[in-house]
């Protein structure tokens, strides 16, 4: 199994796990175009894509779903709620509930309820029968249900969105500061890496930092924070960002 990141942030959200020739794109905020130019550096064409499931409709994880699906005949996966907070109609192939198991291609994927503010939010754990990848981005908080959905992982993508300080002091108006920094908004980089510590941390062959704001963080802040937390290595950590995303990583 392996993963890769089309772009991480507040102006576009893409990722890619596969395994054999499965590949499964998590939420499309690119144009059409961007997207198939993001995916040709990945060396995937849209055409090959199995699956796009989409965590909630917010823009910048919803931008390009339509056309894509529309264009290439991708079967899209979404909940309920987020179908209904779309601001335009996407071919939905399979409403999904928290709990569900989905079995697409050689991937086995579990659909995790989030505390974010959206209609009805999701996330994913993924596996191949021997590795597990986690994609953890957009919430603001995590119950007992997330962390156990999220042990024993090979692999984890988890978001690192701000900088409370950062926040606290930035431009933002109070509403957006206590939005992004509330119970349903965006991890912080402390919450993320205390997350990350219950969780277990030390089996992980890749920890990657995500949807990292382009206003209220930075990414040696970010590293920083996790390293303090976790003891671990500041060169292990990797970053997904936004303008190139992130290489593929194998899961051995």
């Keep these: 199994m392996r993963f890769a990141v089309l772009g991480s942030g507040s102006q576009g959200n893409g990722t890619l796990i596969s395994s054999e020739d499965t590949h499964v794109l998590v939420d499309c905020g690119f144009s059409l175009r961007e997207t ?32 894509l699906a529309r264009r290439h005949g991708v079967p899209v996966y979404m909940s309920q709620g987020t179908e209904r907070g779309l601001r335009k109609p996407v071919p939905v192939r399979t409403h999904v509930r928290c709990g569900d198991v989905l079995e697409i291609g050689a991937l086995r994927i579990e659909v995790v309820a989030v505390a974010h503010d959206a209609m009805e939010p999701t996330q994913y754990v993924f596996s191949d029968g021997k590795r597990r990848f986690g994609l953890l981005t957009d919430l603001g908080s995590h119950c ?14 988890i978001e690192s969105n701000h900088c409370r300080d950062m926040l606290a002091r930035g431009h933002y108006p109070y509403f957006l500061k206590q939005r992004v920094g509330g119970d349903w ?26 949807h990292l704001s382009s206003k209220n963080n930075l990414p040696q802040l970010a590293r ?28 051995a």
């Design 185 to 210: 908004g965006h991890l912080n980089n402390h919450q993320a890496a205390g997350l990350v510590e219950q969780l277990g941390w030390q089996n992980l062959q890749h920890l990657v930092l995500a």
């Design 224 to 251: 920083q924070c996790f390293v303090d937390t976790l003891g671990c290595d500041a060169d292990w950590l990797q970053v997904a960002d936004q303008d190139s995303g992130l290489d593929w990583r194998h899961i």
């Design 36 to 67: 198939e130019r993001r995916l040709t550096r990945l060396g995937l064409s849209a055409a090959q894509l199995s699956a796009v499931l989409v965590t909630h409709e917010h823009a910048d994880h919803v931008h390009g779903v339509e056309l």
């Design 144 to 157: 007992a249900r997330v962390r156990d959905h999220y042990q024993g992982l090979d692999a984890l993508m």
